[in-house]
Nanobody, 122 residues
Framework: QVQLVESGGGLVQAGGSLRLSCTASGRTFSSYAMAWFRQAPGKGREFVAS????????YYEDSVRGRFTISRDNAKNTVYLQMNNLKPEDTAVYYC???????????????RGQGTLVTVSS
């Protein structure tokens, strides 16, 4: 069974850090771009960051640029999201997904994980 599994979410105080992981099983996604999206309570899903298949190109949503870093380890079939200087407005369920393109909307992801909750307290 092909799946993506996120981990690393939790409760953190404002200004703190978390690292999310997304591991693929059942097949390799080394030829795909990978992306992170999030959905805050009562809001729609929004793009957070994406990374090309080689890791050489990245793209960030404006509100997280400079605070979040996306990376990947194709040997481990895993993509990461390092989140620093977290703010209460970063509170959301974070989803990873595999995409044929670096710039992607959620509905075009070829595979999505179930999400991991990040809660940032003020």
């Amino acid at each position: 069974q092909v799946q993506l599994v996120e981990s690393g979410g939790g409760l953190v105080q404002a200004g703190g850090s978390l690292r999310l992981s997304c591991t693929a099983s059942g097949r390799t996604f080394s030829s795909y771009a990978m992306a992170w999206f999030r959905q805050a309570p009562g809001k729609g899903r929004e793009f957070v960051a994406s990374i090309s298949w080689s890791g050489g190109r990245t793209y960030y949503e404006d509100s997280v640029r400079g605070r979040f870093t996306i990376s990947r380890d194709n040997a481990k079939n895993t993509v990461y999201l390092q989140m620093n200087n977290l703010k209460p407005e970063d509170t959301a369920v974070y989803y990873c997904g595999a995409s044929p393109t670096l710039l992607v909307v959620y509905r075009d992801l070829e595979l999505r994980g179930q999400g991991t909750l990040v809660t940032v307290s003020s």
